[in-house]
């Protein structure tokens, strides 16, 4: 069963960048799309980002602009870089197949607060 292992995330001035990693213990070639969701304090699990095995990618509008997403199948790999951070940004985001069918990760904690 694959596993998905979050990392990168960190406290972080508004303005400032931040790149997401998303290791999974298995092969995600297979796994037509994956994606980066986020939860914040008292707030539902939401989609911000998704990429194809082919590449396509789709933001969330609160995304758009300014988050990347991309993966590397070879190294079974899914990547956020995430720039102009806002504190509404804040949340713990996780990484998972879409829709997610795959175990949850315990997530990486972003904080942007001045």
């Known amino acids: 069963q694959v596993q998905l292992v979050e990392s990168g995330g960190g406290l972080m001035q508004p303005g400032g960048s931040l790149r997401l990693s998303c290791a999974a213990s298995?092969?995600?070639?297979?796994?037509?799309?994956m994606g980066w969701y986020r939860q914040a304090p008292g707030k539902q699990r939401e989609l911000v980002a998704t990429?194809?095995?082919?590449?396509?990618?789709n933001y969330a509008d609160s995304a758009k602009g300014r988050f990347t997403i991309s993966r590397d199948n070879a190294k079974n790999s899914v990547y956020l870089q995430m720039n102009s951070l806002k504190p509404e940004d804040t949340a713990v985001y996780y990484c998972?197949?879409?829709?997610?069918?795959?175990?949850w990760g315990q997530g990486t904690q972003v904080t942007v607060s001045s």
């Open positions: 990429i194809t095995s082919g590449g396509t990618t």
């Open positions: 298995g092969s995600i070639g297979s796994i037509y799309t």
């Open positions: 998972n197949s879409v829709p997610d069918f795959i175990s």
